[in-house]
């Protein structure tokens, strides 16, 4: 009796949990109304199935419970065979999955095939950072290959393809798009599997290394919207966001302006002129994912925090102490894995940096530290 009542009250309980709750999807922000309207008939689909086939089991379970008295002794009847029943579980069940798959593979058949004049974004993952190319003047992507990838071009495009060259590079985990303009991603990776995926735009691929995969969508709300990476790819998967600002027309425009081409970060040093060493090195850990796994609030991540990093005495996993300064430093970021934190796993990559962008780094790691050079 008390399973009976057990089942009933779940039932009960899961229905006032999926329709009480706020556990839902965030508002949609693109075209893809088809996707919603797919997770609503499965949630139905299933929700029946879990509805009946629990009341069912309880009603079992009170109506064929163990009495004493006259019914003692009663056993159940043996029907190796039901051909009826049997017909009626497969016609049932069929119906289901059929209802189950088809929406998903009819939307996802327009999922993959964009509109003619889609805008192309090309997103490039890395462990565990995002970034975006646009085609440029040309209209026409360079060819890339992660051979190619260096401190000046991450996004390892082919140095000698002219078709590349006015390309426009994305260095960092931010992009731009237009609102209302249906946009074809193209997406592919440097390293692993990730995913990039933009909850309120209800679209998401997965990025095989070796594949390029693509899907489009159409932005439909203004917004900065967050992007994250939805394929457990190594230790900094969780802090692998980036995000997508979808403004007017003119904004994006104004805004495309402003971003380099291939050719231009080609030629110029990899690091901004102008700003100081420090302000520099910040735009490079946002830029080369870095605060991925070191914060500046203290926070522990991954890796150490770097407030108040510069000019500590560091604990060695061997026991040994080592002062943080612009050698420590240096060598850590050049050779990861000689050196062990304690209480740190050795996972830090070693990431492809030019002298310069080495030393804006450090100094933006001494700016966050409390010793004696800051
Ligand atoms: Cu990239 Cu998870």
Redesign the pocket.
Known sequence: MLIAVTLVVLVIGSLWFHFASPWWTTPLASNWQRMDDTLTITFAITGIFFVVINLFLAYMVWRFRHREGPHVGHRAAYQPHNKKLEWWLIGVTSVGIVALLAPGLLVYADYVRPPHDALVLEVI?Q??QWRFRFAGASAKFGGSDPRFVTAANPLGLDPADATGQDNIVIDGNEVHLPLNRAVRVVARSND????FFVPPFRARMNIVPGMVSSFWFTPTLAGRFEAM??????V??PN?HGYVVVESEAAFDAWLKTQPTFAMTMRAPATAGGASPAAQGEALAQSKGCLACHSVDGSVRVGPSWKGLFGKNETMADGSTALVDDAYLKSFIREPSARVVKGFAPIMPKIELADAEVDALVAYIRSQGKGPAN
């Open positions: 993952g462990q565990w692993v599997l990730h995913d990476c939805a394929q457990l790819c190594g900094g998967h692998m």
